[in-house]
């Protein structure tokens, strides 16, 4: 029951074609020293994916693996992914996932797409805090009630995608990707499982 | 040749006697001014490049077959590196075993090597019950040393020492020698509990890296018939770390199928105290445990069920 990642996104509005990333946080002490690296530049090129393909005022559910990203596309340009494993409660995620933006804009109201830097340490604290769900507070739990809009559950990544993309071409294409990262997920589609070596 | 250089490299590495935490796959070149290059070896994580590693693995088999022609220190260097590429190789491990058994390796460093295997293949079996002959062979050395050190008293000659600071009351031992016999025991009591500590949080992260990892819940399991006053340390494992681990693991039902481990364990050990207050607040404990627990009650079930074919109507809920 871990989130692996949170990542806080400005997307839609003023002039702006990709997601930017506004702030993140990372909780991958439980990956071997070399995946670390790997790890981190999956999440963030995930979330990346995920963002672009989530409408607005919608909330997604992505199955990769064992492990579920939970994105929310706010109305307010705002935009925040987490990837947790298959165990975390979704409520909870969503819960975090307001709770990130909404402290965002407490500091930052009105600013954005002014200021260059966001300086947003909240971010790290709140993963930390939320890593144990039980431990979080119940009332602000019961509060952040969903609203009408229900959660879309997708079985894989490959679902988000238009038609005609394939995970492949944006992995080649990607920046955010080291070469690092994309040996691997070639090699690992090779075996067609996890790299055996790895 | 470049698994030849990248053998010896890693031959350098192992004598220099630096520490060694992880072991790794790389992707991208290491520069040509490292010190270890082509290997990457920095703050103990070493990796090597993986266009290298087939060609390392097929250099060190090349060797292993001659194996008859080397000599005893070449060839515990080379099963080293041959594990550290495939940790599945048992002829390897094998060997390595006859050298333990012949006193040639250290057995605790030997479990440190076999933590860095473990981190990265943590599902290996034939890893997990070369752990458990290394720990044997561990306790069975320190127990030497305790003998060894209280036998050259010259008035101990015919003391067997137990772990448990059982002294013989018949010697005629001075109150400096009894001491001196204590504090060797009660040191031993220390290393076999720091030794045992690091074994449970072995096991609780290889749990960790692949759920639900047989290997490793019942080498937790067989860790409790070394300690000698299991009872307190059970009863904080039940009711502290497991509970933590459950909450945090819920699909992993082999960490329920440890807690139930961890019941009978207590029950068994109460038995053998025979005291009935402290048999009530367990049982309280136990149906407390059960209740929150919605798979344990359910194993529980099929238990009885199972028990009651057989005919038997099972220690556990009889005496309750």
Redesign the interface.
Known sequence: ??ILSLCLYQWRGNNITEPKLLASAFELS?F????RKAVQEWCVFISDTLVKRTNESQRQSVKENNYLCHVHNRFDNLACVAVCDS?YTPRVAFALLNKVMDDFNEIYENKLGKLEEYPFEQIGQLLTKFQ?P?QVDKLSKIQRTLDETTIVLQDTIEKVLERGEKLENLVDRSEVL???SK??YK?AKKHNSC?I?? | MEGERIYTKLQQIFNSGQKIKEFGVIFEHVSVNSEYYPLFFEEGNLGVHYQNILSLLQFSLCLFNQRSTLSEKEILILTKILLLVNPGFVTALNKRRTYLYNGSINPEKELDYLDILLARHPKIQELWIYRFDILEEYFKQNKNQINNINNKNPNNNNNNKKENNNVNSNSNSSSNNNNKEENNNNKNNKEINERLEKEFSICSKCADIYPRNYYAWTYRIKLWKHLSDPLSLLLEELNVTMKQFVKKHLSDYSALNYRQFLLKEIETQLKKKKKKKKKKNNKMKYWICISKNYYLFRICNQITLGLSRLGNTGNLFSNL
């Open positions: 029951m871990k439980s071997g020293f070399f995946k165990e144990d039980n080291s070469m690092q040996q691997f090699t790299c070596i790895c």
